[in-house]
C-alpha cells in the first residue's frame, strides 16, 4: 500500500506542478493578448478619426467587430480563471508533494504505528486530491512522455506525443491572436511614418 501511495502521490504531483504551469502560462498569453488587441484597437481608432479611410470603406464597423471581439475574448478569460486557477494548483501539488516524501520516508520507518501513519497519509492524499480540480489529461501524458524510458510501448508513446502535441496547438492560439494586432498597426504605421 505504501509504495502504491508513494508512486502514485509523486505521480499526482508531477501532473498537478504542470498543470500550475501550465495554467500560469495560458493567464500570461491571453493577458498578453488582449492587452496587445486592445492597445491596437483604441491606437487604430485614433487614426480613423484623422484619416477616415485608413482601413477602407469599412473600417468604422471593422473597430467596432474587433472591440466586440476584445470585449467577448476579454470575459471568456477572465471567466476561464488562469491565474486563480494556477495559484490554487500550486498550493494543491506542494501538499501532495509534501505527502510524497512523507511516505518515501514512512518507507525507512520501522515504528509500530507505520500502517496507521500510512492510512492517515493515504486519507491526507485523497483529501489533498479532492480539494483540487484535477489536471487534465495532457499534464498526464506530458509526464508519462517524460519518463517514457521505464517500459512504455511504442504505441503509448505515439499516443502521449499525439495528445501533447494536440494540446499545444491549443495554448499557441494566443500568440497567433497577436497577428491581428500587428495587421490592424500596418495602416496605421504606414500613415503616421509617411506624414513625418
Known sequence: MLERLEK??????????NASRRLSHANTAWNLALVALSTSTAIASVGLLTKRDMYGVGGDALMVALSI???VA????????YGT????????????????????NLKEYAGPNRQDK??????????AVASSENHTSRD??????????????????????????AYSSVATLPYASLAVPILILIPFGTWFFNGI
Open 8 to 17: 502514485r502521490s509523486y505521480t499526482t504531483y508531477l501532473c498537478r506542478l
Open 69 to 71: 471581439l476584445s470585449l
Open 74 to 81: 476579454s470575459l471568456v478569460v477572465s471567466g476561464a480563471g
Open 85 to 104: 486557477r494556477a495559484r490554487a494548483m500550486e498550493e494543491n501539488y506542494k501538499r501532495i508533494q509534501q505527502i510524497s516524501v512523507a511516505a518515501e
Open 118 to 127: 500510512c492510512e492517515k497519509l493515504q486519507w491526507e492524499y485523497d483529501v
Open 140 to 165: 498526464f501524458h506530458r509526464i508519462r512522455l517524460r519518463n517514457q524510458g521505464e517500459g512504455g510501448s511504442k504505441l503509448q508513446l505515439l499516443r502521449d506525443l499525439a495528445v501533447s502535441v
